[in-house]
């Protein structure tokens, strides 16, 4: 026991029990999440919500809309703008052990809040010999592709993931964004969960039951022997449309979405790329020291003999994030890269 | 543990008056014992037996005690880096401190935390931090969760009362000030009690920060009620602290102490304290809380005689030496079973490259 509050008896997680992905329960991502999120308050009160607008505004991105008239003004909490002293505040209610979740409006505002997510949430467990740990998840916006310029266009997934200690899961569709959210809000240890304004009004079918999805297991979305193309996040969409691209001209590619960043599902990786023997790595952080660069050691370090191509990756420019639309769009991944570096590692 | 147990104070009398001998012994005991383990710890860190950062408390032993005093035992207590104080005030086994220190699998984190992290889960301290101000959210965080517990959870009837303590040097952290302006809207039950020290390491508190003789106003400005308190005397301590934080605690609320006391030695172990004066060191000396104590039950109180005081001076040099021979033949954390352990509650598969994390050994004090 790693709080200061009993553990109190919740139904086991049934990580099974995979409903359809298949339905006309149409519904947008950022509903997806708020079902995580009800759901989980519904069954368990030491969950709240706290954050900048998430209550009287219904959310600055209306995730939250409608939950402060549930769940009312003690669980669905809202702020002022004071990402470090909130985050530190979540951090100690988890010690003592409540279930917080911390709405940053951008992760690009945890930058103010470095020193807690960075310095305490992660680290508190080692650095009380196992007396206390962080149950907390931070949840919000990532990523560039709204023409928001340098400073609100932020992919934390880099930097944030050379830290141990923190769960990093960064989700695609609004399957997977319900099934991990609930999976991150039981989770005994922190939890990042990095969202896309850009992806917040995507569509998909979300079953109604209740469902768990696993840290740590990446999902095949398309499957072919040519190439492994590897992402997480919003670029999985653009790894989609080009492996559609690509299939026209003939090349089939296994496209993987990791779900999660830590855990990494290596071995899901390793499994393809001993069927394909190339692989691209589409991440929308800066290439320096990013998660391609990550993948890319790994499998070198776990395939390499079955490399037939060095191992190629597509990351966001190395450059400060532009504001105009044309910059911006040649900045960050796209298909129209994807379908270049593949084609590479195909042809070559 | 060395909280208070009291009688009624008659009419027109201190609150310390209230308060047992038994109970006044105790805490007299209790700054003894910091005050021995301090210069102990001084020795073995100048033996290089204890490495890294280290903060000495000596000196400041009142401000731990009497506002530690003041509260119940399993109030949230949590605190910056100087912090060894806190630790054996709240009931820490002076053998996990100083094994702690010594970086042995006994101390209080199992040798991974040192000297700026001391957490102690049965009594309650929340850490030891090691960055300045970063514990002032905690502490808000440990009022909210305290008071979510009572009013959310419906779990506990008791009212409870979070003391966060950070040193002047904090004041001009922007931590500390988003924390505030958090616990005056929210109406959390957190005490900061700024150990003023004077000196933000080598800086004067005049020159760190604006108004320094009037901190109070500060908390003002964020709706919290303020108190400046003389560090130096543990029953003024208590008479001024007890009521304020009983008053904290039934209204459920926040409040600020401007804590007055001194540092005998300099901010670490590293510092060659040539921004003050051995005047200004002597005269703080000369009102040594301690020596007010032992004046006090030996000549107002007498419930202590001479003999009874160097025999618990006695007793606790032989206390204090037995954790200085304990921390030393601790064996050192393992490599294999502890490196990786206590990085994640659930070690995952794939959560690392390295795939080495591990369950912890239990930690001593569990």
């Known amino acids: 026991m790693t709080t200061t509050l009993d553990p109190i008896e919740l139904p086991e997680i049934d990580f099974d029990h995979a409903p359809s992905r298949e339905g006309n329960r149409e519904i947008q991502f950022r509903e997806a999440l708020r079902e995580a999120m009800s759901e989980e308050m519904r069954r368990d009160k030491r969950v709240f919500l706290m954050g900048e607008e998430v209550a009287e505004y219904n959310g ?13 003004a003690e ?48 680290k508190m467990l080692y650095m009380s010999g196992g007396q206390w740990g962080c149950p907390i998840v931070f949840r919000g ?33 609004p399957y997977d964004a319900k099934g991990l959210l609930k999976t991150a809000i039981r989770d005994d240890d922190p939890v990042f969960f990095l969202e896309s304004e850009r992806m917040l009004g995507d569509k998909a079918h979300v079953p109604e039951e209740e469902y768990y999805i696993p840290f740590g297991k990446a999902r095949l979305v398309r499957e072919g022997d040519a190439c492994t193309l590897v992402s997480f996040g919003r670029p999985v969409h653009f790894c989609v449309q080009a492996a559609g691209r690509l299939a026209e001209e003939g090349i089939e590619v296994d496209v993987l979405d990791m779900r999660t960043i830590r855990p990494l599902d290596i071995d899901s990786v390793i499994e393809s790329v001993k069927k394909t023997n190339r692989i691209v790595v589409v991440d929308q952080c800066w290439p320096f020291a990013s998660v391609a660069s990550e993948v890319i050691t790994q499998v070198i370090e776990r395939a390499f003999d079955w490399l037939d191509h060095q191992p190629l990756r597509v990351n966001t420019e190395d450059v400060p994030t532009p504001y105009a639309k044309n910059l911006e769009a040649a900045y960050q991944p796209n298909p129209d890269r994807i379908v270049a570096a593949v084609k590479k590692a195909v042809e070559a | 543990m060395s909280q208070a147990t009291t009688s009624e104070p008659a009419a027109g009398k201190r609150p310390s008056d209230g308060l047992s001998d038994e109970t006044l012994l105790k805490w007299l005991y209790d700054m003894q ?71 042995k699998i006994t101390g209080c984190a199992k040798g991974k935390g040192g000297s700026m992290h001391m957490f102690d889960k049965p009594n309650h301290l929340y850490g030891g931090h090691g960055i300045v101000g970063a514990q002032t959210p905690l502490g808000a965080g440990l009022a909210f969760a305290t008071k979510y517990e009572r009013e959310v959870l419906k779990t506990t009837d008791k009212k409870r009362v979070c003391l966060c303590y950070l040193g002047d040097g904090a004041l001009n952290q922007g931590a500390f000030h988003e924390a505030q302006n958090l616990a ?56 001024k602290f007890k009521p304020f934080a009983d008053a904290c605690r039934d209204e459920q609320r926040p409040g600020f102490v401007d804590l007055k006391t001194y540092r005998y030695q300099g901010h670490s172990m590293s510092d060659p304290q040539k921004y003050r004066t051995k005047d200004e060191v002597e005269e703080f000396k000369n009102r040594d809380s301690i020596a007010n104590l032992v ?18 001076q006695k007793e606790i040099r032989e206390r204090v030496k ?11 954390p393992g490599v294999e079973e502890e490196l990786y352990s206590d990085v994640m509650v659930n070690p995952s598969k794939n959560m690392s490259p390295i795939g080495k994390y591990i369950e912890g050994a ?3 004090l569990l």
């Open chain 2, 322 to 332: 037995e954790a200085v021979k304990f921390a030393e033949e601790s064996d050192a």
């Open chain 2, 362 to 364: 239990k930690n001593p």
């Open chain 1, 75 to 122: 669980r669905i909490i809202d702020t002022p703008i004071s990402e470090n002293g909130f985050a530190g505040l979540g951090a100690a209610a988890a010690m003592y052990g409540l279930r917080p979740i911390i709405e940053f409006m951008s992760w690009s505002f945890s930058l103010v809040a470095a020193d807690q997510i960075l310095n305490n949430v992660p």
């Open chain 2, 295 to 312: 004046d006090h039950l030996m000549n107002k109180r007498e419930c202590l005689s001479e003999d009874e005081w160097t025999e618990m």
């Open chain 2, 33 to 103: 014992l910091i005050r021995e383990f301090e210069t102990r710890t001084m020795q073995a860190y100048q033996q290089a037996k204890i490495g890294g950062f280290c903060h000495i408390y000596s000196g400041q032993e009142a401000c731990a005690v009497g506002t530690i005093g003041s509260v119940e035992h399993d109030d949230p207590v949590v605190t910056a880096y100087r912090d060894h104080g806190h630790a054996l005030a709240r009931g820490m086994d002076p053998k996990a401190c100083m094994a702690e220190m010594f970086g």
């Open chain 2, 184 to 239: 005056g809207l929210f109406s959390l039950p957190v005490i900061y009690i700024v150990e003023n020290n004077g000196y933000s390491m080598g800086t004067s508190i005049a020159r760190g920060t604006t108004m320094p003789d009037q901190l109070t106003l500060k908390a003002k400005g964020y709706g919290i009620e303020g108190l400046e308190i003389d560090g130096m005397s543990v029953l003024d301590v208590y008479d």
């Open chain 1, 60 to 72: 600055a991105y209306k995730v939250s809309q409608g939950m402060l008239d549930e769940f009312g």
């Open chain 1, 141 to 173: 916006n990532d990523g560039a592709g709204g023409q928001l310029g340098s400073t609100h266009s932020w992919c934390v997934e880099g930097l944030y993931s050379n830290v141990p200690g923190v769960k990093i899961v960064i989700p695609s569709n």
